[in-house]
T-cell receptor, first 110, second 115 residues
Framework: GQNIDQPTEMTATEGAIVQINCTYQ??????LFWYQQHAGEAPTFLSY????GLEEKGRFSSFLSRSKGYSYLLLKELQMKDSASYLC???????????FGSGTRLQVQP | DVKVTQSSRYLVKRTGEKVFLECVQD?????MFWYRQDPGLGLRLIYF???????EKGDIPEGYSVSREKKERFSLILESASTNQTSMYLC??????????????FGEGSRLTVL
């Protein structure tokens, strides 16, 4: 089975940097995904990591350490529109579907 | 762009009713999924399908069934709705089962209330 943990809520200031952590335990690991979900909307794909290291995509970066079962999503130059929930999801080699964490609700303040 | 369409945004049903939630995707994706989303519990996988007429149980299949008669359509069925099935239901599809093509494209969601 899988267990995925991430903080429930975070608050940050516009223009700042925020790091959202995710730890996972899987019987076999085959990739980690991050999604963004604005209130009342569907989740949308942000990033994918399967190898150790940092993947950068504009203001958003995602990091993975397979040996530690750890990932983080880094958001730079925060904007008000970044206020949303951020969902961490892992893919187990034993199944063909993602398992999601409970999500981290990020509030960006002026 | 991939479009995943769910038939109803909001439904209100009574306990014991049979409920159908329909989902259609227009990008010829092999894989389709049904999740439910509840506060504090995140997204939980109900059923998924990786081919027409194929289905696999997710983490919480009890009380649900699914149908995939055509590649583009994946239906979730609540045989006898109960109040604990009040939730947001999200349908998703993906091109691949894993890897970079395994990212999910979600529909807008169907908020079901069972009275």
């Amino acid at each position: 089975g899988q267990n995925i943990d991430q903080p429930t809520e975070m608050t940050a200031t516009e223009g700042a940097i925020v790091q959202i952590n995710c730890t996972y335990q899987t019987s076999g690991f085959n990739g980690l995904f991050w999604y963004q979900q604005h209130a009342g909307e569907a989740p949308t794909f942000l990033s994918y990591n399967v190898l150790d290291g940092l993947e950068e995509k504009g203001r958003f970066s995602s990091f993975l350490s397979r040996s530690k079962g750890y990932s983080y999503l880094l958001l730079k130059e925060l904007q008000m529109k970044d206020s949303a929930s951020y969902l961490c999801a892992a893919l187990d080699t034993g199944r063909r579907a993602l398992t999601f964490g409970s999500g981290t609700r990020l509030q960006v303040q002026p | 762009d991939v479009k995943v369409t769910q038939s109803s945004r909001y439904l209100v049903k009574r306990t014991g009713e049979k409920v159908f939630l329909e989902c259609v995707q227009d990008m010829d994706h092999e894989n389709m999924f049904w999740y439910r989303q509840d506060p504090g519990l995140g997204l939980r996988l109900i059923y998924f399908s990786y081919d027409v007429k194929m289905k696999e149980k997710g983490d919480i299949p009890e009380g649900y069934s699914v149908s995939r008669e055509k590649k583009e359509r994946f239906s979730l069925i609540l045989e006898s709705a109960s109040t604990n099935q009040t939730s947001m239901y999200l349908c998703a599809s993906s091109r691949l089962a894993g890897g970079l093509g395994g990212e999910l494209f979600f529909g807008e969601g169907s908020r079901l209330t069972v009275l």
